[in-house]
């Protein structure tokens, strides 16, 4: 029986529900990028990282390819990116709401009433 797309997009979500992993495609965005280099942006251990992108490299969402000693990680297409960008706009509209909000609440503590 068939997984319903429902669930999948669930999943596929879930898998993306790592900040390591955020943190990764993020940096992925602007091209291939040596695991080495990957290390030196975030403040995560070496088997922790490796862990994380073995998930995304499983889930096909990233590509490894050994370039000597080097291993390289690059999005597999260009819709997960547009897909990290569409997140980003997403919480700042949500964010930019509870800004709005949090001013009424303050102004409301301020009013007489």
């Known amino acids: 029986m068939a997984v319903p797309l429902y669930q999948a997009k669930a999943e596929f979500f879930k898998m993306l529900g790592h900040p390591v992993r955020i943190r990764v495609l993020e940096l992925l965005q602007n091209g291939p990028t040596a695991v080495r280099d990957l290390l030196a942006e975030m403040d995560v251990e070496p088997a922790a990282l ?55 609440l303050r102004d409301a503590d301020v009013e007489p009433g």
């Open 50 to 104: 490796s862990q994380q992108l073995a998930v995304l490299r499983r889930s096909g969402i990233v590509t490894a390819t050994r370039e000597g000693s080097t291993v390289v990680y690059a999005l597999a297409g260009g819709d997960v990116a547009d897909l990290m960008r569409a997140a980003r706009r997403i919480l700042t509209e949500m964010l930019a709401g509870q800004n709005v909000l949090l001013e009424e």
